[in-house]
């Protein structure tokens, strides 16, 4: 698991005061790119985002936590989730602000998918996590292919 938490800055604003999605989703590729590489301890590269829903805005001056973990691995790839909340510094409430899902494969020193150490979820919750991870990547796989055959 990895934390990365940035307060937000004008710069990462529009001029109403709102944080930018993709400030926010590079700081999701970071976490979770960073989360992957400990995982495998090799270089990984993104292969998917998931869908991205952003259920409330982020302000500038709020502190963005990102919270990312290894949620399933097949053979050279693995999803890697990320929770993303932003904390009101002078009140102290935290926001759930969005969540996705990324794809990490990890590539040898030839760029080649190579694997990666699989995990064993103990807890209800990485068991939650895992089934869930397994069944998502099932679709994905089932998406691509149907856009294959099409």
Not at 39 to 45: D, E, F, K, Q, W
Not at 89 to 100: A, E, I, N
Request: charge should be neutral; aromatic fraction near 6%.
């Amino acid at each position: 698991m990895s934390v990365i938490s940035t307060q937000m800055l004008p710069s990462d604003a529009n001029p109403m005061g709102n944080v930018h999605g993709g400030t926010i989703l590079k700081m999701v590729d970071v976490a979770a790119g960073v989360t992957a590489l400990r995982h495998a301890r090799m270089n990984t590269v993104t292969a998917s985002i998931d869908r991205m829903d952003f259920y409330n805005p982020v302000y500038v001056g709020n502190l963005l936590t990102l919270k990312a973990s290894v949620n399933y691995v097949g053979m050279t790839s693995m999803e890697v989730g990320v929770r993303i909340e932003a904390e009101n510094l002078r009140t102290g409430k935290v926001t759930h602000t969005g969540s996705c899902y990324l794809t990490y494969v990890a590539i040898d020193e030839n760029g080649r998918p190579t694997e990666v150490p699989n995990i064993v979820p103990e807890t209800p919750e990485e068991k939650r996590r895992w089934t869930a991870g397994k069944e998502r990547r099932e679709e994905r796989l089932r998406f691509v292919a149907r856009q294959e055959s099409e």
